[in-house]
């Protein structure tokens, strides 16, 4: 059969030398799931911006049902039939479901924006699809899943026959991934094309029929999902044999930081965390699991010092927190990996060398008579490169101008460059490739087995089950539930309390808070 | 104090109230049309004085409603102007604003001395013309409340009445149109629009005309109604007060009518108080307007936080 959309060796390099794409090749059949795969920085992205209009292609060509198309901008792709679905959604927060998806090419009655024939529209679209949303209240109300929905809407009320699906399942809990699985199936059922760019493997061989494997701004290749496996796909991907595992700890030491009867509140005083109990190890990692939004974030900001207590203590190695400054708890040995390495990381216009010892301005080794010891600043960064492998230019590169895998490398860097006795983890890999991913795993393992006791926090299931020794589950703000991390425990089992759906009895839940 | 609420509640005083509000209006609607397309125009004040220049000069050779357009026309050409630094050249739109500001205080008085041969204060020695007032004297023939009726409604100039034409026309095109919703998802949150085809930066530059000529109306009414005639700076801060009204009227058409209607009041306030305390100095009766634009701003954001707590505590 022939293909419905082709791009024949696209290249595409961006100004300033970056080459996204070199000789891409990708061929969609009609009616199929056909996931793109690859790391971060392997050009996927680039090659459907390129497919839905956004990027104009240097070299090679589209081709949509065997004819050479261009687009100069989304819209004409829109009108081609296809439809894209971005990681961050482009839906107006204050607008209504109905809004957001006819917005651009309302239903019109004269002048008049006709809101009923945009209201019955929609509902019949989201029938028909199974995709199940109530078209009225503003989209910025509704859970992430939902949101989805509405963007998924929108490319289908434009009549999206190919519909690419950016990185769908990052931002959703294992519950709603079925829910969107189940969506697709239906899109194809009723001779729609799915592209789905994803890097986690399980959920590609699970959703799609072919796949695209991208290394590098290449194509790899092309294989049926169903004659591949997960290491087979991953060390495609990869181009050399990668082991995602980590060793667990040993055994854990002495208590190290307890957190009793935490509450915290936003500025408006509204209550984001309470009852917060929980106690971490040294030579442990626990693993914060909860949707974003349920309070793991806050009660590391909390730890870190950056949030006010409501009320509660934490210790840290019998030494109450709650009145120490940020610098003091830092040189009580707590070391923090921040969600955001970009905003809250780095300082992306400073140097490598000078965010490798931003925190370090009170060290003598550094900091001389008020003056600055760039010499000394400068070996310190030589050596953290070379020992954290951070891929950049020299100690004197803008942090900002590194690859998302190598800042949050200097970050950690920075961070385990002298062995912390507290060391607070939030999504220490988003964004980050598998090869980096790896290293950073290790890193944080190695700091474990040096003695740091660990507060892991991820949206990414999978990371937390492989690194934690225990897991305690947030849900709305309060501790639901807690494991001691086993082969045996899930991603499905956990992503039932996440929700809510289930909840644990106290006594399982207080000997696995120990 | 018998007298000044003697004065209040005078037809009278209706009428300065409507007199004074009427440009407030249209530079509020103007500020708001801009302010949810996201670029924040500072420089209603540099528009309406331009307008109001131009629009003075145009009525000595011209019918009144020519000279209107004129400084409908002129007002939208800022906007237009600012556009092109902004959304081409990629200038802040702060500063952008506040160069037509600056443009507007130093061109005034020069293009005022240039076409008055030499008066750089007024445009007194100009015959300009002036927008009619609208007689509604037939209204007296009602029974009862006629005279009443003829009293508040009569004598106001054609552009009040546009006013609150325009009321409604902003609130029907922002919310009852596709373009007004174009606009409100552009202010928001552009990278939905721009998802959807919609070409961000156009609609931005058209709010931007959109605002510069309802600046522009504005200004003439200020220079061909509320006084006959030029005097430099005559726009006194009216710029600024209409974009507090903006936010005071919670970004909606009918909250900045209610707020320039607030301002309004206080500036006819400002203008029959001298007359009944004398011992009061005058500069500190001008003063009213503004302070009462700082208050009704400070109690503004206070109660919007309130709300916002109150808000997010409902939720939980």
């Given at each position: 059969m022939a293909p419905l959309l082709e791009a024949i060796s696209i290249g595409k390099t961006y100004?300033?030398?970056?080459?996204?794409?070199?000789g891409v090749n990708l061929s969609v059949s009609a009616g199929e799931v056909h996931a793109v795969v690859g790391e971060n920085g392997a050009g996927k992205s680039t090659l459907m911006k390129i497919l839905f209009g956004i990027e104009q292609p240097d070299r090679g060509e589209i081709r949509l049902d065997g004819k050479v198309v261009s687009f100069a901008n989304p819209r004409e792709a829109i009108d081609h039939g296809i439809g894209m679905v971005f990681q961050h959604f482009s839906l107006v927060p204050s607008f209504s479901v109905y809004e957001n998806v006819v917005l651009g090419s309302e239903p019109r009655n004269g002048i008049k924006f006709d809101r009923r024939e945009a209201i019955e529209k929609v509902r019949a679209l989201s029938e028909k699809f199974r995709l199940a949303v109530d078209p009225l209240p503003p989209v910025g109300q509704l859970p992430v899943g939902q949101q989805q929905r509405v963007e998924i809407l929108k490319a289908l009320y434009r009549d999206a026959r190919i519909l690419i699906l950016d990185e769908p399942t990052a931002v959703l809990a294992p519950q709603e991934v079925e829910e969107l699985f189940v969506a697709v199936r239906a899109l194809v059922a009723q001779g729609r094309t799915v592209i789905f760019i994803a890097h986690k493997l399980p959920e590609v061989l699970e959703i799609s029929d072919r796949i695209t494997v991208m290394r590098g701004g290449k194509t790899v290749g092309s294989v049926n999902?169903?004659?591949?496996?997960e290491e087979s796909l991953a060390t495609m991907m990869v181009g050399r044999e990668i082991a995602l595992r980590v060793e667990r700890a040993k055994g854990r030491g002495e208590l190290a930081c307890e957190v009793k009867a935490l509450k915290l509140t936003a500025?408006?005083?509204?209550?984001?965390?309470?009852d917060l109990n929980l106690k971490v190890h040294s030579g442990e990692i626990l693993g914060l699991v909860g949707v974003e939004g349920n309070g793991q974030a806050e009660l590391l900001e909390a730890i870190a010092g950056l949030r006010p207590l409501a009320d509660g203590v934490i210790y840290l190695n019998g030494t109450?927190?709650?009145?120490?400054s940020v610098l003091e708890r830092r040189e009580l040995g707590l070391a923090s990996i921040p969600e955001d390495r970009i905003a809250r990381g780095l300082a992306t216009g400073s140097t490598i060398a000078e965010n490798l010892v931003a925190t370090r301005l009170a060290d003598k080794r550094f900091v001389r008579n008020g003056l600055l010891d760039l010499k000394a600043i400068k070996a310190n960064a030589l050596s953290l490169i070379e020992r954290f492998s951070i891929r950049s230019g020299g100690p004197g590169y803008a942090a900002g101008t590194l690859s998302g895998g190598n800042m949050q490398k200097v970050v950690v860097a920075r961070e385990l460059s002298e062995q912390p006795k507290l060391l607070l983890v939030n999504q220490p890999t988003r964004g980050v490739d598998l090869g980096a991913t790896q290293f950073i795993w290790k890193s944080l393992t190695d700091a474990r087995d040096g003695g740091a006791a660990v507060l892991l926090s991820s949206a990414d299931l999978s990371e937390l089950l492989a690194l934690s020794d225990r897991l305690i589950v947030f849900y709305r703000g309060k501790i639901v539930a807690a494991f001691v991390n086993s082969?045996?425990?899930?991603a499905e089992t956990l992503g039932t309390y996440m929700l809510g759906l289930s909840s644990q009895d106290p006594e399982s839940m207080r000997a696995a808070l120990q | 104090m018998i007298e000044l609420l003697v004065t209040v509640f005078s037809a009278t005083f209706f009428v300065t109230v409507v007199r004074t509000t009427t440009p407030l209006l249209f530079a509020a609607l103007g500020g708001l049309i801009s302010d949810l397309s996201g670029a924040l125009n500072v420089a209603l004040e540099g528009m309406m004085l331009i307008a109001a220049l131009t629009a003075v000069i145009v009525s000595v050779y011209a019918p009144w409603y020519v000279a209107v357009l004129s400084g409908v026309a002129a007002g939208a050409m800022l906007g237009a102007l600012m556009a092109f630094f902004?959304?081409?050249?990629?200038?802040d739109i702060i500063l952008v604003g506040f160069a037509v500001n600056i443009l507007a205080t130093g061109g005034t008085v020069f293009a005022l001395s240039r076409a008055t041969g030499g008066d750089k204060g007024t445009s007194i020695n100009l015959p300009s013309k002036a927008v009619p007032a609208v007689d509604l004297s037939f209204l007296e023939a009602i029974p009862a409340v006629g005279p009443t009726l003829k009293s508040l409604l009569s004598g106001h100039s054609i552009l009040s009445w546009l006013g609150v034409f325009m009321v409604f026309a902003v609130w029907y095109f922002l919310f009852r149109t596709p373009y007004g919703l174009w606009l409100r998802g552009v202010g928001e949150y552009p990278a939905a629009p721009e998802a959807a085809g919609i070409p961000v930066a156009k609609v931005r530059a058209w709010s931007l005309v959109a605002s510069g000529a309802l600046a522009g109306i504005g200004g003439a009414q200020l220079a061909m109604f509320n006084y006959i005639g030029f005097t430099r700076d005559m726009t006194a801060g009216r710029g600024f007060i209409a974009l507090g009204a903006v936010l005071l009227g919670a970004r909606h058409p009918v909250g900045a009518m209610l707020a320039a209607l607030l301002f309004g009041i206080f500036e006819a306030l400002a203008v029959v108080m001298p007359n009944l305390f004398n011992w009061i100095p005058g500069e500190m009766i001008q003063t009213i307007p503004f302070v009462v634009t700082v208050l009704a701003l400070i109690l503004f954001s206070y109660r919007a936080q309130r709300a916002r707590q109150m808000r997010t505590l409902s939720k939980i």
């Open positions: 100004p300033g030398g970056t080459v996204a794409n070199d999902a169903r004659d591949v496996t500025e408006s005083g509204v209550t984001i965390a309470q109450s927190l709650g009145p120490k082969d045996d425990l899930t | 902004h959304l081409r050249l990629k200038a």
